[in-house]
């Protein structure tokens, strides 16, 4: 006669979904990894890139980069996000201030030979791939739209900019100098190019009252007239 086995006990399913589903993400290592990406693309560029490198680079596995990023394309828009950050357009309570600090934010990413030996290769593959355009899209383009649209929006509440303004003509103005430099190459990003776009912009669409305003606290001072001396 077979022993009577006691009833086995249910799983709890509270308790199930507590429980961690495998090892959890180390901030520390995707750090590390978009960091190499940055540098070896400041170094080799874009066509000499491979995960390989940055692997050794930073200190890690090929295996353990594709669990994160799929494809190198996908790691090279989440590097250049990084550089750029989440919120590229503050909100500082100055509305050409909020404009020139995020299409700097754009310079400095692509300024350098980093964005020229990226950028327009990148922007190749995405011609042909939509879901790498959707990823693109969703990690740099939208979110930099987004923050730097709010930024002009307050700009027409504060009464800066002219409530009729296209919108999005404006956006296409303040981030089209940058892409264009890099893209072509013809002309340097300078330092001072996200303030010169920025007031270009703003002496076309901004209010009387604000230039006004600007003129009051930036115009520079006169020099003083110093008397001649004689003898």
Request: aromatic share 4%; glycine share 8%; charged share 25%.
């Amino acid at each position: 006669m077979l022993p009577i086995l006691p009833p086995m006990a249910t799983p709890d399913p509270a308790a199930r979904a507590a429980r961690p589903a495998g090892r959890p993400r180390d901030s520390r290592l995707d750090e590390a990894i978009l960091t190499a990406t940055q540098e070896l693309l400041e170094e080799a560029g874009y066509p000499g890139l491979t995960m390989e490198a940055v692997a050794r680079r930073a200190g890690t596995t090929k295996p353990a980069i594709r669990r994160r990023w799929p494809s190198r394309q996908h790691l090279v828009i989440a590097a250049l996000a990084d550089m750029m950050g989440t919120a590229p357009t503050p909100d500082t309570g100055c509305t050409h201030c909020d404009l020139i600090e995020g299409i700097d934010t754009l310079s400095r990413a692509f300024g350098g030979s980093l964005g020229r030996r990226t950028l327009p290769a990148l922007m190749a593959e995405l011609a042909d791939d939509p879901e790498l355009d959707r990823v693109f899209t969703e990690t740099i383009f939208r979110p930099r739209r987004t923050t730097t649209e709010a930024a002009l929006r307050r700009g027409i509440e504060r009464g800066d900019i002219r409530p009729d303004a296209d919108i999005d003509l404006l956006l296409d103005m303040l981030g089209a100098t940058t892409y264009h430099r890099v893209l072509f190459g013809h002309l340097p990003v300078t330092e001072s190019l996200a303030h010169d776009v920025v007031m270009t912009v703003m002496g076309g669409a901004a209010t009387p009252a604000w230039r006004e305003h600007y003129q009051r606290r930036h115009a520079p001072a006169k020099p003083r007239r110093r008397p001649l001396r004689t003898g």
